[in-house]
């Protein structure tokens, strides 16, 4: 093992990685975490395969967007979930067919499902740089209740425009004959979707290391920490911000469509308030200055909520009522989340920071940390 | 600041946390061996519909308890849970319960829960129409799955959807509304009708019977309204509505908690509410906000939820005797409480038929004929079609002041055998329900002018006039 270290740091050292005992250690465990996700059918049984984890990385990637929009952007997003039911709507609308036996709600066009596929990330996108637009000159309580407002145009557009699917659901998305086909049948083979939300989770994860060390990234992370000094130095921030916004609704476009191969049916519940504020469960719990927050909380959000209603509860079997907190699993799974927030402002990442500064000292922190502190500009500075 | 940790531990712990997580992941959640049939109720704890919880729980094992040996472990709260179910030689365990809130994300969400994690080989669920459109869809692609819905109504699922492994042995929305239309056709005058009905399949089904019904005879509806489920503040929908002046009645078919204020924001905008110009689906009567508005509309009639709560048959006392026998408090006629009792019933006798075999076995041995305690036609027996829905016994109601002079409900009528495609309006290869589906046509139903008067209880031989 020792040797194995020696060789990651000489790896480290000839890529010019920075080698703190705390990025070591991440980095191993990081490749340990992706040694056993690789051989995930030999560990995990077909549940954990096909639901836990597969719902980890499709909601891991929306949480990353959001994440990516707080950390460097200093945006905190309520649209990600409407963004990525919007993808799911596209895809479920264009794909499905009026057939005898065949969907009965939304436009059931019977397109390609590659075209759809397209179609779906490049209409998401847009919308998202159109959100962005309109947004790009609000900060803080603003921002984030501009975002909400579009997560509740989508829920009542798609609930309410029946010809899109109205209430109910558009289903049968992820039948084979739907699914592109490099894809292929992922009902028979749920271990195929798994293997590709992962290589999108890896991908999405890449991109945006690669994007916050561009100047883009750099200039938007400016743009996070101070926008009167970035505009008064010439930069765009409206246009920065939206650009960011747009490059977030593209990732989340992303969880979108593995979302309906992943459930094969998109309704308005999916784009409902109560799934955005999951989705910034998962990102808070995770926590919101790390991109791995955003898997790490998708994982503990999706772990608990399948499996805390069924835990039994000492002196509870009988009448099926916790103490103090009735019979309400809902209540349990709040307070497990309230509890790592309060123990943990930065949510699990946050956790781990203090445990590895007492195992390494301060020596071991990370050089530079993203905020997540929204700044109020002088009006000025958005105009 | 340098770490005083030797370079490999970081490595070791890491391994650790991770092997140890593999081992839990792998072996702790990994499925039991099946020695067992593992049910599953799915029903709703939240929503519009969150308060048929117990009563679907209830009523599902209320069945177990009485054909299968199942002990409640309370009376009182049939959610406690229930043991010693067993058919035949075969154990039969239920594996929990669904928590749904009538959104169709929400059911497929503990659908997976209960299929998939606690590894169900049969549902009785779910409780709401939506919801049993998403769980029809997934049980589509899920054929060794088994699905006897519990009290959702939408048609799609039976209908368009229509897979081999879903079972409904009530009728669906429409199907509980027949008569309905005839009836104040006939007996208020009603010509013209407004519709206003929640914007969600089991209101689009339950609006399409009475639509069908009223037009079949000859009516005409002059104005379709569509609040969206849950919401609070109709008084915007209501004006869509034409005045009292300008149509003779009004179908309501607003559900869930939203039916009270739905009234109460009539009677703001048209002033108090005329008995004789209203009627609706079960809703109408049996849900929140009811009491209210109640008074004023004692007289008014309404379609039924596939029960007949006072009627006198043997069948009908014998089974309000099973419900009372195993939970005393809940209330037999109750459609939530029937049609799951039905429902696992009828997975009883499938297992007895099939020797405690899943899946297809299963499928196959399901009874194509039960005998519910309110079914009279064919001697008091129920049947499925070929996409294994019932054709049912309807009952339509009236609001009536009971004994203590508070507004109660009655049975006004026996409609025999109506089945799901309602004389020919539905089909498999017609649209499902919808804003604008079926439109408002006259045609001959199987049971125009036969509707039967009911009085007291009992089925008389007079028809509807």
Redesign the interface.
């Known amino acids: ?2 040797r ?3 060789g990651g ?1 000489a790896l480290q050292r000839a890529l010019g990685l920075p080698g703190s ?2 990025t ?2 991440e980095r ?2 990081g490749l ?2 992706l040694t ?1 996700l690789a051989a995930a059918p030999l ?6 395969i ?3 984890l597969t719902q980890t990385f499709i909601f891991g990637i929306a949480a990353s967007s959001l994440i990516f929009l707080s950390a460097y952007g200093g945006m905190i997003s309520l649209a990600q979930t409407a963004l990525m039911g919007i993808a799911g709507y596209i895809v479920g609308n264009l794909v499905t067919e009026r057939i ?2 065949g969907e ?1 709600k939304g436009l059931t066009l019977g397109l390609d499902p590659t075209v759809a596929l397209v179609l779906a990330i490049v209409i998401t996108t847009a919308i998202g740089l159109i959100f962005g637009a309109v947004s790009a000159r609000s900060f803080g309580i603003y921002f984030l209740m501009l975002t909400l407002t579009y997560g509740v145009i989508a829920y ?1 557009f798609f ?2 425009v ?1 010809q899109f699917g ?4 558009i ?2 998305i ?2 084979d004959k739907y699914m592109p086909p490099f894809i292929g049948d992922v ?1 028979g083979h749920p271990e195929k979707l798994f293997y590709l939300s992962l290589g999108v989770a890896l991908a999405v994860y890449a991109a945006i290391r690669y994007v916050v060390r561009t100047p883009f990234g750099l200039a938007l992370q400016g743009i996070r920490d101070d926008p009167v000094r970035m505009a008064s130095l010439g930069y765009y921030v409206g246009l920065h911000r939206a650009l960011a916004f747009g490059f977030a609704a593209f990732l989340a476009s992303l969880a979108g469509v593995l979302y309906v191969w992943w ?3 998109i ?4 784009v ?1 308030l109560a ?1 955005t504020i999951d989705l910034l469960v998962m990102a808070v719990i995770g926590g919101l200055r790390r991109i791995e927050g955003a898997f790490v909380g998708a994982f503990a959000f999706i772990v608990i909520d ?2 805390v ?2 835990v039994k509860f000492p002196g509870a ?4 009522q916790l103490p103090f907190v009735g ?1 309400s ?2 209540t349990v799974i709040g307070v497990i989340f309230l509890l790592i927030v309060v123990v943990s402002p930065d949510g699990l990442m946050g956790i781990w920071d203090r445990v590895s500064r007492l ?6 922190r990370a050089a530079s940390r993203p905020s997540t502190e929204t700044h109020e500009p002088a009006p000025r500075a958005s105009s | 600041m340098r770490s005083n940790l030797p370079r490999w531990k970081p490595a070791l712990v890491a391994v650790a946390v991770i092997a140890a997580g593999s081992v839990a992941a792998g072996v702790s959640f990994a499925a039991p061996a099946q020695k067992e049939v593992r049910v599953a109720i799915m029903t709703d704890c939240k929503g519009a519909f969150g308060f048929g919880y117990e009563l679907d729980i209830g009523g599902a094992q209320a069945a177990f308890a009485q054909y299968a040996g199942g002990k409640p472990k309370s009376k009182t709260k049939p959610s406690a849970g229930m043991t010693g179910i067993k058919v035949g030689n075969t154990p039969v365990k239920i594996v929990g319960y669904g928590c749904g809130d009538d959104t169709p994300a929400t059911a497929l969400k503990e659908t997976r829960r209960l299929m998939d994690q606690l590894k169900a080989d049969v549902m009785v669920g779910p409780l709401s129409g939506d919801e049993a459109v998403a769980i029809a869809n997934w049980a589509k692609t899920h054929p060794t799955k088994t699905v006897i819905i519990g009290t959702a109504a939408s048609q799609d699922p039976t209908m368009q959807i229509a897979p081999k492994n879903l079972f409904r042995y009530f009728g669906d929305g429409a199907q509980w509304n027949a008569g309905i239309g005839e009836i104040v056709y006939k007996r208020l005058g009603w010509r013209t009708a407004a519709i206003i009905m929640d914007d969600y399949s089991f209101a689009w089904t339950s609006g399409a019977g009475i639509i069908a019904d009223f037009c079949a005879i000859g009516g005409k509806i002059v104005k379709r309204v569509f609040p969206p489920l849950n919401t609070t503040d109709y008084s915007s929908y209501v004006r869509q509505l034409p005045p009292p002046d300008q149509v003779d009645g009004y179908f309501w078919v607003v559900g869930g908690t939203g039916t009270g204020p739905a009234l109460k924001a009539f009677e703001q905008a048209y002033g108090p509410l005329k008995a004789s110009q209203h009627a609706g689906n079960l809703f109408l009567y049996f849900l929140s906000g009811f009491q209210d508005v109640a008074p004023r509309l004692i007289g008014s009639y309404m379609g039924g939820f596939g029960t007949a709560p006072g009627l006198k048959t043997k069948q009908a006392r014998a089974y309000e005797a099973v419900i009372k026998k195993w939970y005393p408090s809940l209330p037999p006629g109750d459609g939530f409480v029937y049609n799951y009792y039905n429902a696992a019933w009828a997975l009883v006798l499938g297992l007895q038929k099939s020797g405690g075999k899943v899946g297809a076995a299963l499928q196959a041995a399901m009874p194509r004929e039960l005998r519910p305690g309110y079914q009279v036609s064919n001697g008091g027996v129920l049947r499925l079609d070929s996409r294994r829905q019932a054709i049912q016994d309807q009952y339509p109601l009236q609001i009536v002041k009971g004994a203590d002079g508070k507004p109660t409900v009655v049975i006004t009528g026996f409609v025999p055998n109506v089945d799901q495609t309602f004389g020919g309006t539905f089909a498999p290869n017609k649209p499902a329900p919808g804003r604008t589906f079926p439109p408002c046509v006259k045609k001959k139903l199987p049971w125009q002018g036969k509707i039967r008067v009911v009085k007291n209880g009992v089925i008389t031989t007079q028809f509807i006039k």
Not at chain 1, 166 to 169: A, I, K, L, Q, R
Not at chain 1, 267 to 270: E, L, M, T
Not at chain 1, 317 to 320: F, I, M, S
Not at chain 1, 359 to 364: I, S, V
């Open positions: 093992m020792s194995a270290l020696a740091a005992p705390k070591t250690l191993s465990v340990v975490v056993v560990v995990f049984n077909d549940f954990w096909g639901t836990v005898p036996g009965t009542y609930s309410q029946t109205g209430f109910s659901p289903a049968g992820n039948q009902l459930q094969g049916q309704a308005p519940g999916n409902y799934a399948t499996y209603r069924d079997e009988v009448t099926g019979g699993f809902n195992l390494f000292g301060r020596g071991g």
